[in-house]
């Protein structure tokens, strides 16, 4: 038997729930029977707070025509270690205990020490084969959100932003707090530079459908008067996340999503609030450790230029997506931010600031370094290459 390839299967049907089980990990669960191969039922947490994997394979397999098989002849799959605590649901370890499952094959371990281990061992001292380790670094790259916010305390945090062939990312604009009217329409505001095209932008609402939470600065709320929505995308909408220490933002910015009518915005993320405005601290570190005991396991940071480079210069951060216009140019703008990588700590170095009126500064440190260019692969969507870059210190 190769369990390889039913892993694979599992990875697979996880990203099923892929905009729908956050913070919850994705994870997908297969049942074979070990005598011919054959899948018996499949399963995936389908919803943050509805069933685990393993629960509804069981019931696919209770509601199917090899329901009356010896399950001590089968073998469970999954990619993710069966958890063994109660939650919002009982524990799935004793769960497949108690069907009387013969084997089961895990991708990888869980890192949330509420299991780390504890499900493997139910299991095993149950009289249960286990084999782990199949896959695992598929299963990590599946839950790279969910991972980094057990293993290093903090969201996974990935920077975007579109420019033009010449390196600009928008337009010099000049603010104008008492002209910022909502308009209702999806165009940029204020005159600013559209780059992404309509394909390009369904990328950027899956990016915020894939992440938990969504951060742009000041400037950007001042000048675009965003509403940091998904609305090209299937899933939920980010929360929404931004800096204010001068409190600038004015009552009826679109960021706050109050309804012409008045109605207080209502959160996709029970327990968290849709907005989270930080005024007492511009640390990183201490934005993504507030973050992190909120339970946000990542944030797309889109802008603008000074908040990008200030996290670029922490180091801290876990992907970099950039859109750029191959055939657009406009000569003179604000730049988009300069690929600076700390030779100490692989951490980008700030560079100078675009000339825009001063935003709220994320604090950090790092050393001078050498710059990190783009790489030469890169996908093309709509005529645009689409680069990503990934930390790797």
Excluded at 245 to 255: K, Q, T, Y
Excluded at 358 to 373: D, F, G, R, Y
């Amino acid at each position: 038997m190769n369990y390889a390839n039913f892993i694979a299967r599992c990875i697979e049907i996880a990203r099923r729930g892929e905009y729908f089980v956050a913070p919850n990990p994705m994870v997908g669960a297969v049942l074979v029977r070990n005598s011919d191969e054959q899948i018996l039922a499949e399963g995936w947490h389908e919803q943050f707070g509805a069933p685990h994997a393993e629960v509804n394979c069981f019931r696919r397999f209770d509601d199917s025509e090899y329901k009356n098989t010896d399950l001590s002849g089968c073998t469970l799959f999954v990619s993710l270690e069966p958890c063994s605590h109660y939650g919002k649901t009982p524990p799935c370890a004793k769960l497949i205990i108690e069907k009387g499952v013969g084997r089961v094959v895990i991708g990888m371990l869980d890192p949330n020490p509420l299991v780390a281990g504890k499900g493997i061992r139910m299991l095993q001292e149950a009289g249960i084969e286990v084999v782990t380790g199949i896959m695992e670094k598929e299963c990590r790259e599946l839950n790279k959100r969910f991972i980094c916010l057990h293993e290093q305390k903090r969201p996974y945090v990935i920077l975007k932003w579109a420019q033009t062939a010449d390196g600009f990312i928008d337009r010099t604009r000049t603010l104008n707090i008492n002209s910022l009217q909502p308009n209702g329409k999806e165009e940029h505001l204020n005159g600013a530079l559209a780059i992404s095209t309509p394909e390009t932008k369904k990328i950027v609402h899956r990016m915020r459908a894939e992440n938990m939470a969504i951060m742009v600065g000041t400037n950007t709320v001042l000048l675009d008067n965003p509403r940091l929505l998904n609305t090209h995308w299937e899933g939920r909408n980010p929360i929404r996340v931004t800096l204010d220490r001068h409190n600038r933002i004015p009552s009826d910015a679109r960021i706050w999503g109050i309804t012409p009518s008045g109605e207080q915005p209502k959160s996709d993320y029970a327990g968290i609030p849709p907005v989270i405005v930080y005024r007492d601290t511009t640390d990183w570190n201490d934005i993504l450790n507030d973050l992190a005991k909120r339970n946000i396991h990542s944030i797309l940071v889109e802008g603008g230029r000074q908040l990008l480079e200030h996290i670029l210069k922490s180091g801290i951060w876990d992907e970099i997506h950039i859109e750029l216009a191959p055939e657009l140019t406009i000569r003179s703008g604000v730049h988009a931010p300069e690929l600076i990588t700390s030779s100490a700590a692989q951490s980008p170095e700030l560079i100078t600031s675009s000339g825009m009126q001063a935003p709220e500064q994320i604090t950090s440190s790092a050393v001078q370094a050498p710059q990190l260019h783009l790489p030469e692969n890169y996908d093309i969507i709509d005529g645009h290459r689409m680069y990503t870059i990934k930390n790797t210190r």
